[in-house]
Every structure is written in structure tokens, then in C-alpha cells.
């Protein structure tokens, strides 16, 4: 059974930080890209960050320099370091994993098949 749990979700005040992580089992992963998404109350899902099998990551506009994406392919693991948080960063936050993705790291939902239940993250201001 593929599994993606995230765990690291919690309340923080604005410039704050949280260190999210995605723990992948059911299957080999290193081989997939991986990435976080995000859903604010009454919003879609936005891309965050992704990183390819070999560490190429992207990340989106609003949280370049803030936000760093990394991942152990021995422990099939990846996380996601939240820095200088903002407000607008609050949401629900979803592991995903793009399967044999030997391109560029992708940004949209439609090309990741395996998603993690998602960790809630509040910033207070």
C-alpha cells in the first residue's frame, strides 16, 4: 500500500518557522519527483516546491528565499524548511510524488499520482 504521511504542520507566528516532512512507503520513491502543495481555505491547490530524484528542485515565486525543499532518497523521505512564514502561507500542506519523473521537476497537480492526507499550517500574525 503506497502511503505518503506529512507530519510538522502547527501554529506559528508570522516570521516564524516549520520544518515539514513527508515520510514515503508502499513502493520505491527514488526515482519519483517530489513535491508540496498547498490549499487555503476555499482555494486550490497551489504548487510549492518540488525536487527530481536527483535534487533539481523549483520553487514557487512566493517562497523563493523563504523556503528550502530537500529530500534522503535512502529513507525515502522528504522535507520542506519554512522560514520568515507569513500569513499568506497558512493552509493545508500536501506531500505528492510524480512517478519515474526523469525530466524537469514538474509544478502541475496533473503529473503527480500518489498524495499525502496533509498537515495544517496556521501563521498568526
Known amino acids: 500500500q503506497v502511503q505518503l504521511v506529512e507530519s510538522g504542520g502547527g501554529l506559528v507566528q508570522a516570521g516564524g518557522s516549520l520544518r515539514l516532512s513527508c515520510a514515503a512507503s508502499?513502493?520505491?520513491?527514488?526515482?519519483?519527483?517530489m513535491g508540496w502543495f498547498r490549499q487555503a481555505p476555499g482555494k486550490e491547490r497551489d504548487f510549492v516546491a518540488v525536487i527530481s530524484r536527483i535534487g533539481e528542485s523549483r520553487l514557487a515565486n512566493s517562497v523563493k528565499g523563504r523556503f528550502t525543499i530537500s529530500r534522503d532518497n535512502a529513507k525515502n523521505t522528504m522535507d520542506l524548511q519554512m522560514n520568515s512564514l507569513k500569513t499568506e502561507d497558512a493552509g493545508v500542506y500536501y506531500c505528492a510524488a510524480a512517478p519515474f519523473w526523469y525530466g524537469a521537476p514538474p509544478v502541475s497537480l496533473d503529473a503527480f499520482r500518489y498524495w499525502g492526507q496533509g498537515t495544517q499550517v496556521t501563521v498568526s500574525s
Open positions: 508502499g513502493r520505491p520513491f527514488s526515482g519519483d519527483a
